[in-house]
């Protein structure tokens, strides 16, 4: 049996957001959202957290979360940089804009040896799906082909009437395994009850549809592959666009599977996702936080 580690990718700034909201008191005693997340991926059996964040953000992580984390799990700091890369690959000249979530993992290379999953530190994921995680993961193996996972939320379960969000729109054959998954970076419920996305040439997406939330499962196998896309990446994608393109963790898995080399097992939660993608969207995390803690989910003194 695997010991799991938790992977959490928090060196975003949260630019639309206006803040460091990865550390925003927002449970009823101060809690941030991952302070919720840790407990239940503890409650589901993870002992390692694995944090990928700024290096000038360390100080306030420490304080915020890793202090309390340390209680219960081994906690190690990883950071994404734009030095941090295969040898021969460098930056575009001028760029501040981090590489993207694909990037993000690939800077845990050199500390994660053994089957983990991914986490946005901003997003609040239930423990149902915590647990459905850490099963598939404390019992996966590799074989002729690697064997991942993703759990895959209802689109409807995971937006904010207080603009667009970004989703891995996905595709899953009758055996449950992603066959496809599509960035769509502006999705929205329009005013006749709609859900579409409008980038590109736009379209609808039917309610039901499972949607990532950045919650993966893999083995190191999926390290090794993210070295060869960056080296893709950088020489077909990334002189498109210097300053801004970014090396999405979907899509990375959608090459693999595209190529024959991986499966992705499509765990299904029936939880409703919620995080502070806007300003606005902060009454209503602190109200559901609150409720939750009344109805007994989580301890008050979390």
Known sequence: MNQPILVIMAAGMGSRYGGLKQIDPLGPNGQIILDYSIYDAYRAGFRR?????????????????????????????????????PQDLTAPEGREKPLGTGHAIYCVKDVVDAPFAVINADDFYGADAFAKMYD?????????????????????????????????????????????????????????GVIRFTDGAGGEIAAGTPVSMNLWGFTPSFLKELDAQLHDFFRERLPQDPMKAEFYLPSAVDTLITEGKATAKVLTTSAKWFGVTYQADKPNVQETLRRMTESGSYPADL
Do not use: W
Request: charged share 30%.
């Open 49 to 85: 957290a694995v944090f990928i964040i700024k290096p000038e953000l360390e100080e306030a992580f420490e304080q915020a979360i890793g202090q309390k984390a340390r209680r219960f799990m081994q906690v190690d700091y990883v950071y994404q940089t734009l030095s941090a890369l």
């Open 136 to 192: 598939f993961l404390a019992h996966t193996e590799d074989d002729d082909k690697y064997r991942y996972c993703m759990v895959g939320y209802a689109v409807e379960n995971t937006l904010t009437e207080n603009g667009t969000v970004s989703r891995g729109v996905c595709t899953a054959d009758a055996d449950g395994f992603l066959s496809d998954i599509v960035e769509r970076t502006k999705i929205a419920r329009e005013a006749d």
